[in-house]
């Protein structure tokens, strides 16, 4: 029997298995990915301070001190379902099971797919694919290829893409579909976009995103978008363009981008094929909650946080007693945010399991840093992250009223 068994060996997990390590608890860390890490592993860039984020090192650093403490890290685990019995918890795996008395769901976010004609060709991936091949694997993902969808995330990525020596010919929008809508609708991209400009090289495009955040801006803006896109480390961002097929017989060969109205409507006998030979396509992220589900987790759909999320408290309990979560499946932000939840999940259920005042005071200061790392954070997938965490955290105490 395990003190504490931890689902996810990303930042939010490895940082709440030292937590729990410092402490003695008998732990164990399951992973289906063969290396510890998580999506730190594909993480490179530049902050606003021009520090550079290298997601490889601050994941080396993470599990070289859960090693320090002899946590157990099992990788090649995937988790498949959690048995809740009377007075503990059994998590079963492809291998064995492993029983314990407190879980830890930190199994992060996945990608939701924007669907385009022609999506299934050979060299048609997701933005995080090419970004785990790119940076974890280091293999070239193609020659000339282009980005559809326009958010924080294929922001940051392209990014990385380039400083790997891959050519990007742009980033544009996906042509309107049910699935798509407002990914295709330059105006609600426009409002997002004006969240992440400071990351902009360009101090023009930065000084405009100051104005850009009022919707009269916006509309201002859109009506004088050029027609070669606005640059960002040299690659034009198309937000008056979006791409309707992906072309080839045997693998990627076109897209056909065509021009759409500020509303996201095509405009006929505009269609242009631009040769590339691959395509990322970057629909967002939402959190990956499948398992907490499967453990009998209440949740909460919130757009603030990325979609449905478990309801929890800001120790990271669950309405679930022994049940706990941290990183993205609570919603989609930083990792530097994930490392801190899990920092906190990780006291949390020190608190619980061996009831001592220090710890009490450990876990305020931890919940008081997660706040200040977010308030701090250079990159915000959604901008009303607070307001999400606000009906959450409301809807857990209603719950327990």
Same mark, same amino acid.
């Given at each position: 029997?395990?003190?504490?068994?931890?689902?996810?060996? @990303?930042?939010?997990?490895?940082?709440?298995?030292?937590?729990?390590?410092?402490?003695?608890?008998?732990?164990?860390?399951?992973?289906?990915?063969?290396?510890?890490?998580?999506?730190?592993?594909?993480?490179?860039?530049?902050?606003?301070?021009?520090? &550079? &984020? #290298?997601?490889?090192?601050?994941?080396?650093?993470?599990?070289?001190?859960?090693?320090?403490?002899?946590?157990?890290?099992?990788?090649?685990?995937?988790?498949?379902?959690?048995?809740?019995?009377?007075?503990?918890?059994?998590?079963?795996? #492809?291998?064995?099971?492993?029983?314990?008395?407190?879980?830890?769901?930190?199994?992060?976010?996945?990608?939701?797919?924007?669907?385009?004609?022609? &999506?299934?060709?050979?060299?048609?991936?997701?933005?995080?694919?090419?970004?785990?091949?790119?940076?974890?694997?280091?293999?070239?993902?193609?020659?000339?290829?282009?980005?559809?969808?326009? #958010?924080?995330?294929?922001?940051?990525?392209?990014?990385?893409?380039?400083?790997?020596?891959?050519?990007?010919?742009?980033?544009?929008?996906?042509?309107?579909?049910?699935?798509?809508?407002?990914?295709?609708?330059?105006?609600?991209?426009?409002?997002?976009?004006? *969240?992440?400009?400071?990351?902009?090289?360009?101090?023009?495009?930065?000084?405009?995103?100051?104005?850009?955040?009022?919707?009269?801006?916006?509309?201002?803006?859109?009506?004088?978008?050029?027609?070669?896109?606005?640059?960002?480390?040299?690659?034009?961002?198309?937000?008056?363009?979006?791409?309707?097929?992906?072309?080839?017989?045997?693998?990627?060969?076109?897209?056909?981008?065509?021009?759409?109205?500020?509303?996201?409507?095509?405009?006929?006998?505009?269609?242009?094929?631009?040769?590339?030979?691959?395509?990322?396509?970057?629909?967002?992220?939402?959190?990956?909650?499948?398992?907490?589900?499967?453990?009998?987790?209440?949740?909460?759909?919130?757009?603030?946080?990325? @979609? *449905?999320?478990?309801?929890?408290?800001?120790?990271?309990?669950?309405?679930?007693?022994?049940?706990?979560?941290?990183? #993205?499946?609570? @919603?989609?932000?930083?990792?530097?945010?994930?490392?801190?939840?899990?920092?906190?999940? @990780?006291?949390?259920?020190?608190?619980?399991?061996?009831?001592?005042?220090?710890?009490?005071?450990?876990?305020?200061?931890?919940?008081?840093?997660?706040?200040?790392?977010?308030?701090?954070?250079?990159?915000?997938?959604?901008?009303?992250?607070?307001?999400?965490?606000?009906?959450?955290?409301?809807?857990?105490?209603?719950?327990?009223?």
């Amino acid at each position: 029997m395990h003190d504490v068994v931890i689902i996810g060996a @990303g930042p939010a997990g490895l940082a709440a298995a030292v937590q729990c390590r410092k402490h003695d608890l008998s732990v164990v860390v399951l992973d289906e990915f063969p290396k510890a890490g998580g999506r730190l592993l594909g993480q490179l860039h530049e902050e606003p301070n021009g520090e &550079w &984020w #290298n997601g490889v090192k601050e994941a080396g650093k993470l599990v070289q001190e859960a090693r320090k403490f002899q946590t157990d890290i099992l990788l090649g685990y995937p988790v498949h379902h959690i048995e809740k019995l009377e007075n503990h918890f059994v998590v079963h795996t #492809n291998k064995k099971t492993f029983p314990a008395k407190k879980v830890l769901i930190a199994t992060g976010a996945a990608e939701t797919a924007a669907p385009i004609p022609g &999506w299934t060709l050979p060299g048609v991936m997701s933005i995080g694919a090419a970004q785990v091949m790119t940076n974890v694997h280091r293999v070239s993902v193609g020659e000339r290829g282009i980005v559809i969808g326009v #958010n924080v995330l294929s922001a940051a990525i392209a990014r990385e893409l380039q400083l790997a020596g891959t050519e990007l010919h742009s980033m544009v929008l996906p042509a309107r579909n049910v699935v798509s809508d407002d990914q295709s609708n330059p105006r609600v991209v426009m409002d997002r976009l004006s *969240h992440i400009a400071h990351l902009a090289p360009s101090k023009f495009i930065q000084f405009g995103s100051k104005f850009a955040k009022f919707k009269f801006a916006q509309n201002i803006a859109l009506k004088h978008y050029p027609k070669d896109g606005i640059k960002m480390w040299d690659m034009p961002i198309h937000l008056l363009k979006a791409v309707k097929q992906i072309n080839g017989t045997d693998k990627v060969e076109s897209v056909t981008m065509v021009d759409v109205t500020m509303d996201g409507d095509i405009i006929r006998n505009t269609e242009i094929e631009v040769p590339v030979d691959f395509v990322c396509i970057a629909g967002g992220l939402y959190p990956l909650s499948e398992l907490a589900s499967v453990a009998g987790c209440s949740f909460k759909y919130s757009e603030e946080l990325g @979609g *449905h999320v478990p309801i929890h408290n800001e120790k990271m309990e669950t309405q679930v007693d022994g049940i706990y979560v941290a990183g #993205n499946i609570t @919603g989609i932000e930083s990792s530097k945010v994930a490392r801190d939840q899990g920092t906190v999940a @990780g006291l949390s259920m020190v608190q619980e399991l061996l009831q001592t005042g220090d710890v009490r005071v450990k876990l305020e200061q931890a919940i008081a840093q997660v706040k200040a790392t977010r308030d701090a954070a250079s990159i915000q997938f959604h901008p009303e992250i607070k307001i999400g965490r606000e009906k959450v955290e409301r809807a857990f105490h209603e719950q327990h009223a």
